[in-house]
């Protein structure tokens, strides 16, 4: 982890009340380390954290992810009912999930447009709209 990731991540860990344990800075430099948004499965973080050589579980991955989401650094994005993406980017905007790679990614906000949204049942707000896209390749 270099310097400059690590400051990127204690920033990032201190705009929450989460403690900046070992484990969830490793986490963070993979997340935020190098300034850019990222999506992804607690999988895929898993596996490039034992690259690193640091070794965390895979439940301790899910769990951190999960805080993170819960402290409001990241937002979890469903695609189906099995696969799960977080995303370190947490304004509302669209994505673009490509079925045979499995990669999900920002679709252009600004080219999206919601006229209405149905009536919803009484004693219920509208919590949040997820657009998910999902995009294969033609022929």
């Not at 986490?27 to 596996?47: P, W």
Request: hydrophobic share 35%; proline share 4%; charged share 25%.
């Amino acid at each position: 982890m270099t310097p400059e990731a690590l400051e990127r991540s204690k920033t990032w860990l201190g705009q929450s009340e989460l403690r900046p344990t070992r484990q969830r800075l490793a986490l963070a430099s993979l997340l935020v380390g190098d300034g850019q948004d990222r999506h992804v499965t607690a999988e895929g973080l898993h596996e490039a954290v034992l690259g690193t050589g640091d070794r965390v579980s895979l439940a301790t991955v899910y769990n951190t992810l999960r805080a993170f989401c819960d402290a409001g650094l990241m937002q979890e994005v469903t695609v189906d009912g099995n696969r799960s993406y977080f995303d370190t980017r947490v304004d509302d905007h669209p994505h673009f999930y490509m079925e045979e790679s499995n990669a999900l990614t920002d679709a252009p906000a600004a080219e999206l447009e919601i006229k209405a949204l149905p009536t919803v049942p009484d004693g219920y707000e509208i919590a949040k709209v997820d657009v998910v896209i999902r995009l294969r390749k033609k022929g």
